[in-house]
């Protein structure tokens, strides 16, 4: 099943959005849900990972402080809570299962079932 993300829109630097991945469960082959964006003429890059077994989060550098991944089980739904947002936050963002190693989960091969993913727009 592909997870889809949704929540995007336009909004003002410093604002804040959530965006919701769902359906986002686990299973015996996902070990987590991961965030990835992609901007206009850039490569897909890592945002946040959860990981199911624990509830570990990772992040990267360049959103660190201002994003948070979290998930709602009865929801089966994951979402990531970004402040502080800035016009280079601006991107397509997409929201897959995990189905590597734990040293995987910034590289977006190791991720299955994207869906169709939601626009952030930020403007400064």
């Known amino acids: 099943v592909q997870l889809q993300a949704s929540g995007g829109g336009l909004v003002q630097a410093g604002d804040s959005l959530r965006l919701s991945c769902a359906p986002a469960r686990r299973t015996g082959s996902n070990h987590g849900v991961g965030w990835f964006r992609q901007a206009p003429g850039k490569e897909r890059e890592f945002v946040a990972h959860?990981?199911?077994?624990?509830?570990?989060?990772y992040y990267a550098d360049s959103v660190k402080g201002r994003f948070t991944i979290s998930r709602d089980n009865a929801k089966d739904t994951v979402y990531l809570q970004m402040n502080s947002l800035k016009p280079e936050d601006t991107a397509v963002y997409y929201c897959?299962?995990?189905?590597?190693?734990?040293?995987?989960?910034?590289?977006?091969?190791?991720?299955?079932?994207w869906g169709q993913g939601t626009l952030v727009t930020v403007s400064s």
């Open positions: 959860l990981r199911w077994s624990g509830g570990y989060t």
């Open positions: 897959a299962n995990h189905r590597g190693p734990l040293s995987t989960v910034g590289v977006d091969t190791s991720y299955a079932n």
